[in-house]
């Protein structure tokens, strides 16, 4: 076959230091992936493949993306990930027709404002794992994104656009710096998964039990000293991990999770439960090691008996 009528090419883990010279007789190239090897540039004759959909580029050692790279508008799919960038440039928003756009494992400290034009993000979008200090205000404008992952990094802050992704399912900020979360995280109504552990959250805002689709909420090893009574709006969810807070006290309204499976109350100073806790029907599992309460209410015999594993 010409390499003209081309469309797939797969150069994944072959140590290549280079891209093929005559990669621009590709003309009818679609998916590209030489992921996990050992290039250093990209190409000019890579940035002329006006057919290309999806590139791989991850797992190399990229540290530059020349201007011209900007031209592959057709880009469904882009993974930049685990390479040396330092920058991405504000062209990366002429980009508009990416579905999922992985740059995380480089260096960042900042993304480009023009993240926000890509509004046609609706898988995935991976930044993760780069010294980021901020996201820009413009996250806001991926109205359509389901995953978003910001891990590994070094947010104090959120900013309250991020209340405008609507369509998020699933938001991972876990492994930050975070102090507070603004309450405009409250408008994340399609929100399955919040995975916030290790950061450095004191208190939650009261708008988080409008977050009511979520089935899974990670607050471990945070700073929390309290949770608001509208968690108890929080019906459908079914796992609950609050291990290694400073939780003196927990809300009655706990009791209202009439779907959660599993609570994790490990490491806490709690002296007291709520007797609203014995009445979980679906409760699979309470953890409550590490915590050295007054004394154990009876009706944790009855969550037992009713097939409740309790770690005390």
């Known amino acids: 076959m010409s390499v003209a009528n081309i469309i797939q090419l797969d150069l994944d883990r072959q140590q ?19 992921y996990d090897n050992c290039l250093q540039e990209i190409p000019l004759n890579l940035c002329g493949l006006a057919k290309l959909k999806q590139l791989s580029l991850g797992r190399n050692c990229l540290s530059h993306i020349p201007e011209a790279f900007w031209q592959l508008t057709g880009l469904r799919l882009l993974n930049l990930a685990e390479n040396q960038l330092t920058m991405v440039s504000e062209h990366i928003g002429e980009l508009t027709q990416l579905h999922t756009l992985d740059i995380a494992h480089n260096a960042l400290t900042v993304l480009p404002d023009a993240i926000g034009d890509l509004t046609n993000l609706s898988y995935f979008l991976y930044v993760g794992n780069n010294p980021l200090i901020a996201l820009p205000a413009s996250i806001g404008n991926l109205h359509k994104l389901r995953y978003f992952n910001a891990t590994d990094a070094n947010l104090t802050v959120l900013p309250d656009s991020i209340g405008e992704m609507h369509s998020l399912i699933e938001l991972r900020l876990y492994n930050n710096q975070l102090i507070a979360l603004p309450r405009t995280i409250g408008k994340l109504t399609q929100l399955r998964e919040l995975h916030l552990q290790n950061n450095k959250l004191r208190v939650l805002p009261d708008t988080l039990g409008d977050l009511s689709a979520l089935r899974e909420l990670c607050l471990s090893n945070n700073v929390l000293t309290g949770l608001p009574a509208s968690l108890g709006n929080l019906v459908n969810l079914t796992c609950l991990d609050l291990r290694n807070n400073q939780l003196a006290a927990l809300p009655d309204s706990i009791g209202d999770l009439t779907n959660l499976t599993f609570l994790d109350l490990r490491n806490n100073r709690l002296k007291t439960l709520p007797a609203s806790l014995g009445q979980l029907p679906r409760l699979e599992k309470l953890d409550l090691r590490w915590v050295k309460l007054e004394s154990y209410p009876s009706w944790l015999a009855e969550l037992e008996h009713r097939g409740c594993v309790v770690f005390s």
Do not use: F, G, K, V
Not at 17 to 33: K, M, W
């Open 16 to 34: 290549l230091s280079h891209l093929p010279a005559d990669l621009d007789r590709y003309i009818a190239l679609e998916n590209l992936s030489a």
